[in-house]
């Protein structure tokens, strides 16, 4: 049986992950998730959904869109856009792209009218259980200051993580709580699960691997 | 010989642009260009550019990017993922979309460096002479009030016009004045072309339309 | 004995409410509450604190500042200039100032540090809950569509009143409620205050009133 | 005769020029003026304007406003009232708050009508030359890199000032340049001076100096 567990890969806007390059680790991504029957979610760059939606079976996530409607709102993110491209969900608020909190509530509920997931990035546990009030689907636990470090937040913070998911399920046990900031291998994976969650949300640590499949390996290896 | 004047067709994020209905508008764009022998630039949303840009012939353009490098920017439109998608040039500061001043500099050398065209949307005469001097390749002078508002600017407000084109000329020669704001139709394609500027932007008179293809046709009549 | 409810006047930006009639119009508030023995508290725009508050007793808070530390931020709002100029409190993410939600957890905690109250302005019931997790002095729940329209929340849509009030208090029951958007009234006052609100949060009602005075005098019969 | 080049003081948001810090460090500034017969402006922050201004005879200066009118703008900062307040003029642009384009624009020709004086922060040959297009009083020409570096612009870059007051006076001879970043000693004012410009905008070489005051006496050598 599939480990229902996620792993979520945040392509950012790095070089190795922009066009071309961004093809080609999704399908490294695509080539890992079948082969070893886990889950694995891409986030690549806006401009790369359609092309790479066209070419895998996992699913395609949108690193953001803005909180607007069909209509005259040149160079901005339509969510309606982002799922014809090929998007089945998308990133809020990452830490890198903070959005206000009023647009936090509206988007969470467009992607609900959309069909899309939503995952809501959070940087304490206090944040983390007021997002849980907005109800989406997933909220993912960042303290900023580990994010990119290469310091995994589950080993140097287990208490922001075992406090988030308490937090979430007093609120809306409905809501699934991953783990982000600083993982990268299995073992940051495995006590990531350890401490309740239900997946990671990671970027660096495998897109700027020396050999991305291998570093995927190694992490799927945390889903037990 | 084909005419040197430009039709730059801003998608903006209207219903009948996204998505599918986008690239059926960019191939009746791309139909009428080749059919007529004249210059037809399309900007669609960035999600749509990759797909749209692999099926017709004509320049596609951005409708914006941010002054940002590789790295670490979730959510947020890198200018060499724009390249990678297909386009060919970028519009910038629109009003729907203001730049900070800095950031239009840094965005037009981007853009040269990347071998692409910038197109600055200004909104007086003031702002398009100041808009010169950073040496885009265009300007284009919208005054706000009359975007979407049916009433061309090359008519209601001709001084404008010529007194952008007379601004622009002193600074940097150069530079290319495109006329924006209000056009839909031949003839106000064709007064604009008499005030001295080299083509006009335009968005909701063809995108709206309900029949777009009669729209550019009658459009390309002000061409002469 | 003093009655609890607070009434909080947000001065905004007006005309009657800049420089020398904000401190007319902060005076008139502080005949009012010391003569009828109630809570106003007024929020003057930031260049208008410091003299307001030497010439008034009732508490002046401010409309909003930024999530910025001592340093090099040329041009921003810190909450110490706020609080040394006589700040005793602040608003937070009113509907014309939205704050990011990471913002918005940081400035209730800063407010805290500096011995100040707190008022998050939410929208509706989920951001509402929300922000009680949050843990602020006050919530204010402004439907934005009547805000400035003079339909009184209390009256057009007390669901999300009681709602707000309901969600709050099993989220943090110390957290306070109070009704915003079209209160001008004493009659709007009363039936927020029977909906389970502590107090009133508004605007144009009071400070575009022809007589300010006689407004306040109406609006706080409604405290009964 | 008093030397008409000018030295601008910004107090950003330091500790050292906060509130009751920053009263006095306006005196001191106020007191050097007067007793060596130079121009120096003192730019508080916006909750400072009012105080420092009852107290000194030196010009204060905003550090910025934003570009709205008399209305609903909870928490924003209105230019009617910076200049009720107190202040006589204002910086645009600075580094560590760019403006968009329109809206430098706007404030320039909002300060004219208020019949304030407006500096515009600018950070390369090119946006100096376009930022003299929109006719403010003075430019401010600053390297961001350099600011806070205490590596003098006039010393280090010695050729962006000369091309910014070449490029400046092509434009608009009117307006005036000052030269900003890293300057803390009468030796870099001396050398900007030599290089065309009309005075200097400096910062934490004064307000962060042990003293202040023998800083600002040491700087205004340099006027010769």
Do not use: W
């Amino acid at each position: 049986m599939k480990n229902q567990n996620l792993i979520v890969l945040n392509f950012k806007t790095y070089k190795e992950s922009t066009g071309d390059a961004a093809l080609k680790l999704a399908k490294t991504c695509d080539d890992v998730a079948m082969e070893n029957n886990v889950n694995i979610i891409v986030c690549p760059q806006i401009g790369d959904i359609y092309r790479i939606s066209r070419e895998v079976d996992i699913p395609v996530f949108a690193q953001g869109f803005e909180n607007i409607k069909y209509g005259s709102n040149t160079g901005h993110v339509l969510p309606e856009s982002v799922k014809e491209a090929g998007a089945a969900g998308c990133l809020l608020n990452h830490s890198e792209n903070r959005l206000k909190f009023a647009d936090i509530d509206a988007s969470i509920q467009k992607l609900k009218e959309l069909c899309m997931t939503s995952i809501v990035c959070t940087n304490n546990i206090a944040t983390t259980k007021a997002a849980a009030a907005l109800s989406p689907d997933y909220v993912a636990v960042e303290p900023p200051e580990l994010i990119g470090s290469g310091i995994s937040v589950s080993k140097a913070q287990p208490e922001v993580i075992t406090g988030s998911v308490d937090a979430v399920k007093k609120v809306n046990e409905n809501v699934r709580v991953l783990c982000g900031a600083g993982i990268s291998t299995g073992s940051d994976l495995k006590s990531a699960l350890e401490l309740g969650t239900e997946g990671v949300l990671l970027a660096s640590g495998i897109v700027c691997a020396k050999d991305p499949k291998a570093a995927l390996l190694d992490l799927i290896c945390g889903l037990g």
